[in-house]
Protein backbone atom coordinates (compact mmCIF):
# COMPACT_ATOMS: atom_id res chain seq x y z
CA UNK A 1 0.00 0.00 0.00
CA UNK A 2 1.07 3.26 -0.77
CA UNK A 3 1.87 5.19 2.57
CA UNK A 4 2.26 8.70 1.09
CA UNK A 5 -0.46 10.81 0.12
CA UNK A 6 -0.14 11.87 -3.29
CA UNK A 7 -2.58 15.00 -3.18
CA UNK A 8 -0.30 16.30 -0.32
CA UNK A 9 0.93 19.14 -3.16
CA UNK A 10 -2.89 20.01 -3.67
CA UNK A 11 -3.25 20.44 0.28
CA UNK A 12 -0.12 22.80 0.28
CA UNK A 13 -1.50 24.49 -2.82
CA UNK A 14 -5.42 25.13 -1.42
CA UNK A 15 -4.09 26.41 2.02
CA UNK A 16 -1.98 28.38 0.19
CA UNK A 17 -5.02 29.56 -1.96
CA UNK A 18 -6.72 30.14 0.96
CA UNK A 19 -4.12 32.19 2.90
CA UNK A 20 -4.41 34.65 0.14
CA UNK A 21 -8.23 34.78 0.44
CA UNK A 22 -8.05 35.52 4.22
CA UNK A 23 -5.41 38.33 3.43
CA UNK A 24 -7.46 39.81 0.74
CA UNK A 25 -11.08 39.81 3.36
CA UNK A 26 -8.25 41.91 5.66
CA UNK A 27 -7.17 43.91 3.18
CA UNK A 28 -10.61 44.81 2.10
CA UNK A 29 -11.76 45.30 5.74
CA UNK A 30 -9.04 47.81 6.20
CA UNK A 31 -10.09 49.58 2.97
CA UNK A 32 -13.78 49.83 4.48
CA UNK A 33 -12.76 51.14 7.46
CA UNK A 34 -10.79 54.01 5.62
CA UNK A 35 -13.55 54.80 3.98
CA UNK A 36 -15.67 55.16 6.71
CA UNK A 37 -12.63 57.38 8.42
CA UNK A 38 -13.31 59.05 5.25
CA UNK A 39 -16.91 59.64 5.55
CA UNK A 40 -16.76 60.67 9.36
CA UNK A 41 -14.21 63.25 8.18
CA UNK A 42 -16.65 64.68 5.35
CA UNK A 43 -19.66 64.88 7.66
CA UNK A 44 -17.28 67.02 10.23
CA UNK A 45 -16.31 69.39 7.50
CA UNK A 46 -20.06 69.31 6.46
CA UNK A 47 -21.30 70.01 9.57
CA UNK A 48 -18.43 72.61 10.42
CA UNK A 49 -19.38 74.80 7.34
CA UNK A 50 -22.68 76.36 8.25
CA UNK A 51 -23.98 78.68 5.68
CA UNK A 52 -23.65 82.61 6.86
CA UNK A 53 -26.78 84.31 7.65
CA UNK A 54 -25.64 87.95 6.22
CA UNK A 55 -23.38 88.62 4.13
CA UNK A 56 -23.22 89.63 0.16
CA UNK A 57 -25.59 87.46 -2.35
CA UNK A 58 -21.87 86.76 -4.01
CA UNK A 59 -20.71 85.59 -0.47
CA UNK A 60 -23.86 83.47 0.27
CA UNK A 61 -23.71 81.89 -2.59
CA UNK A 62 -20.17 80.90 -2.38
CA UNK A 63 -20.56 79.20 0.84
CA UNK A 64 -23.69 77.27 -0.51
CA UNK A 65 -21.65 75.66 -3.21
CA UNK A 66 -18.96 74.72 -0.82
CA UNK A 67 -21.37 73.09 1.21
CA UNK A 68 -22.51 71.54 -2.31
CA UNK A 69 -19.58 70.63 -2.66
CA UNK A 70 -18.67 68.90 0.81
CA UNK A 71 -22.03 67.03 0.53
CA UNK A 72 -21.18 65.48 -2.99
CA UNK A 73 -17.60 64.50 -1.04
CA UNK A 74 -19.94 62.71 1.56
CA UNK A 75 -21.75 60.90 -0.78
CA UNK A 76 -18.73 59.88 -2.50
CA UNK A 77 -17.21 58.61 0.70
CA UNK A 78 -20.30 56.87 1.62
CA UNK A 79 -20.32 55.61 -2.13
CA UNK A 80 -16.43 54.16 -1.34
CA UNK A 81 -18.35 52.49 1.92
CA UNK A 82 -20.75 50.75 -0.12
CA UNK A 83 -18.52 49.52 -2.36
CA UNK A 84 -15.61 48.64 -0.04
CA UNK A 85 -18.14 46.72 1.31
CA UNK A 86 -19.31 44.83 -1.72
CA UNK A 87 -16.17 43.83 -2.06
CA UNK A 88 -15.52 42.19 1.06
CA UNK A 89 -18.60 40.29 0.18
CA UNK A 90 -16.69 39.23 -2.34
CA UNK A 91 -13.72 38.39 -0.84
CA UNK A 92 -15.62 36.37 1.91
CA UNK A 93 -17.20 34.36 -0.63
CA UNK A 94 -13.66 33.74 -2.36
CA UNK A 95 -12.90 32.42 0.98
CA UNK A 96 -15.48 30.01 1.92
CA UNK A 97 -14.83 28.86 -1.33
CA UNK A 98 -10.76 28.06 -0.80
CA UNK A 99 -12.24 26.92 2.84
CA UNK A 100 -14.53 24.19 1.34
CA UNK A 101 -11.84 23.41 -1.82
CA UNK A 102 -9.15 22.70 0.97
CA UNK A 103 -11.32 20.72 3.68
CA UNK A 104 -12.48 18.61 0.71
CA UNK A 105 -8.86 17.54 0.16
CA UNK A 106 -8.05 17.32 3.85
CA UNK A 107 -10.83 15.06 4.06
CA UNK A 108 -9.40 13.13 1.47
CA UNK A 109 -6.02 13.11 3.66
CA UNK A 110 -8.00 12.08 6.35
CA UNK A 111 -9.07 9.41 5.18
CA UNK A 112 -6.23 7.96 3.04
CA UNK A 113 -4.50 7.93 6.75
CA UNK A 114 -7.21 6.10 8.36
CA UNK A 115 -7.12 3.46 5.41
CA UNK A 116 -3.09 3.39 5.90
CA UNK A 117 -4.11 2.56 9.77
CA UNK A 118 -6.32 0.09 8.84
CA UNK A 119 -4.22 -1.28 6.15
CA UNK A 120 -1.36 -1.64 9.40
CA UNK A 121 -3.54 -3.14 11.97
CA UNK A 122 -4.74 -5.57 9.60
CA UNK A 123 -1.20 -6.56 8.58
CA UNK A 124 0.14 -6.70 12.21
CA UNK A 125 -3.01 -9.09 13.10
CA UNK A 126 -2.17 -11.28 10.33
CA UNK A 127 1.57 -11.18 11.78
CA UNK A 128 -0.34 -11.87 15.17
CA UNK A 129 -1.91 -14.90 13.93
CA UNK A 130 0.27 -16.36 12.17
CA UNK A 131 2.83 -16.53 15.22
CA UNK A 132 0.02 -17.63 17.53
CA UNK A 133 -0.53 -20.65 14.60
CA UNK A 134 3.08 -21.48 14.07
CA UNK A 135 3.35 -21.69 17.82
CA UNK A 136 0.68 -24.25 18.26
CA UNK A 137 1.50 -26.30 15.67
CA UNK A 138 5.06 -26.11 17.00
CA UNK A 139 3.58 -27.12 20.11
CA UNK A 140 1.82 -29.85 18.84
CA UNK A 141 4.45 -31.14 16.42
CA UNK A 142 6.28 -31.14 19.92
CA UNK A 143 4.10 -33.33 21.86
CA UNK A 144 3.56 -36.00 19.18
CA UNK A 145 7.73 -36.20 18.35
CA UNK A 146 7.71 -37.24 22.26
CA UNK A 147 5.29 -39.53 23.43
CA UNK A 148 7.28 -40.21 26.54
CA UNK A 149 7.01 -36.43 27.78
CA UNK A 150 4.14 -35.85 30.52
CA UNK A 151 2.24 -32.79 30.42
CA UNK A 152 2.61 -30.99 33.61
Do not use: Y
Not at 4 to 18: D, I, M, S
Not at 52 to 75: D, H, I, K, N
Amino acid sequence: MNRLFRLGPVLRARKAQEDAARGAVIQSRAEIREAQALVKRRQMELVGSEAPSEGTARAMVAALVARQSLAAGLFGAQRMVTDAEEVEREKMAALTDAAKRRRAVEMMSERHAATVRAHDLRVDQAGIDELAVTAKARQAAGNVADPNRSEA
